[in-house]
């Protein structure tokens, strides 16, 4: 196992008025920061700081390039396959762009091991952000996901468990689907010294590990070439958005650093993120389960930065990804979330030159067969 930078962390009173965040990517460079100061009932106080370790340099060949995964569905939602080149269409800021590159995946389970650079599929069960009774519920429909067609698994997988004591990654991926089990087992669920309920400084506590954990990830991997699935089990963290919590022009532009930092980081390393929601159908109807939607909008501008807009849920899709709630089949989602290593295409083509730096520029794949659907990521922030 690899355990992953993370941080012990204590109670602290409720009540929060605003936070604070600072990023840089320059030169791959990725840096976190976040404190906190409390309502005038309470003396001022902060969260301890969360500094990341440096994210990696994208390759100088690529650096001026857009990689992009897609994926193309029908209407039933599954992967289509035997799509050629000429049935792209790809617009950057609605401008047609030409495609330089174009490569069709189409991978079984007698070529899985084969594919190179190979698809890496990584499961993370969240221990901070989802309930005790939940995580319990969960890793039952996980076991019964691994034992599926006795054990064999379509692609190469590996585990990760995040909890406030550290997070573990399983150093190798894996069809085994019994061998992963058997690690699965060996790993306890823990009591948290974090636990909903504890007011929003607990909230806080919780977002700074979870972005933590996903910068740690993204850096890890950027150490293996190939496209990265990455299948977050959790209701996601707190979204720290809404009434009564309000930012500063200097904590807005640290945001929106961030969240351009995010946006390069993960598209330099090829990851795109799913978030199935393990609390299911009890959390339907739930605010939590549709208010991220709220930030979905890309963040063009600094004004316009709120923490909602680093929501797991957001992420998830603007990354190409998906988001499932509001059903107990927790194996059956994830099982969809893997099947679009089934067959995917990647299309190569050159970034724009922005104007000034930062600047969002939204991306839109089409497919010229009708009744079907491309996915991949939602835009870009290209530099001068």
Partial sequence: MVVLNARRCCRVAFSLRGIRMKVSYRAGIVLFCLSCCSLPV?????????????????PSDTANQLVLDVVVTDKAGKPVKGLEQKDFAVLDNGHPQSILSFKATVASPATADLQEPPIKIILIVDEVNTNFSRV?????????????NNGVMAHPMSMAFFSDAGTEIQNASSRDGNAILAAFDQHETGLRSIRRGQGFYGAVERFQLSLNTLNSLIVKEAQTPGRKIVIWVSPGWPLLSGPGI???AKQQANLFTTIVALSAAMRAERMTLYNVDPEGADAAGEVDSFYYK??????????????GNVALQ???????????????????????????????????????????????????????????????RSGYYAQP
Avoid: M, W
């Fill in 42 to 58: 309470f003396a001022q106080q902060s969260a301890p700081a969360v500094q990341l370790q440096p994210g990696p340099k994208p």
């Fill in 136 to 148: 319990s519920y969960e890793r039952n429909e996980i076991k019964k996901l691994l034992q599926q």
């Fill in 246 to 248: 309000e930012q500063s």
């Fill in 294 to 307: 709220e930030f979905l909008k890309p963040v063009a501008t600094t004004k316009k930065a709120e923490t």
């Fill in 314 to 376: 957001v992420l998830s899709l603007q990354s190409g990804g998906l988001v499932f709630t509001a059903s107990n089949d927790i194996a059956g989602q994830i099982a969809r979330c893997i099947a679009d290593a089934d067959a995917f295409y990647t299309l190569t083509l050159d970034a724009a030159k922005a104007d000034k730096p930062n600047e969002y520029h939204a991306l839109e794949v089409k497919v010229a067969i009708p009744g079907l659907t491309a996915r991949t």
